[in-house]
């Protein structure tokens, strides 16, 4: 078997940040963001609570922000690094922005979205504390970041 492109990459270079990592479909329209959150490889990982909640919060702004008509998909990596925000008919700029929007506002106090039995498979492995601190540190990080310079 053909080895998938994010096994391409080399993940002993890559810090937290946001890099567009694919782009796929027949006109290359669906961009596939890498919202890296922790070094690889490195012992500091997002706790599974932590990444669950994130993932209720980052999904439910993303599809409700003014740029909820380009959002695919938003979920976690299985290395519990980061996320991956799947985008079609964005710019890069238009991107970045979605996701500094949605880490300012997933740092703030609030009620977690979809944190019921009704509404979740697994409502009870949530750690809102660490959820709401792990969005507030990687703020710095997407505050610094160029919209013409997000490739790995």
Avoid at 103 to 124: D, K, R, T
Wanted: net charge negative.
């Amino acid at each position: 078997m053909e080895r998938i492109a994010s096994f391409c990459v080399d993940h002993t270079r890559l810090l937290p940040g946001m890099y567009l990592s694919r782009q796929d479909g027949a006109d290359g329209e669906i961009l596939t963001w890498d919202i890296r959150m922790k070094q690889p490889n490195k012992g500091s990982y997002l706790s599974p609570a932590a990444a669950h909640t994130l993932e209720h919060l980052f999904a439910t702004y993303a599809r409700n922000s003014k740029y909820s008509r380009g959002v695919v998909y938003v979920g976690p990596m299985g290395c519990l690094t980061g996320f991956y925000l799947l985008t079609t008919g964005l710019t890069p700029a238009e991107a970045l922005d979605l996701t500094r929007s949605a880490f300012v506002w997933m740092a703030e106090e609030g009620e977690i979205p979809g944190a019921s039995a009704v509404e979740c498979g697994n409502y009870l492995m949530m750690d809102p504390i660490a959820a709401r601190a792990e969005a507030a540190a990687m703020l710095p990080v997407l505050e610094g970041l160029d919209a013409e310079k997000l490739h790995y």
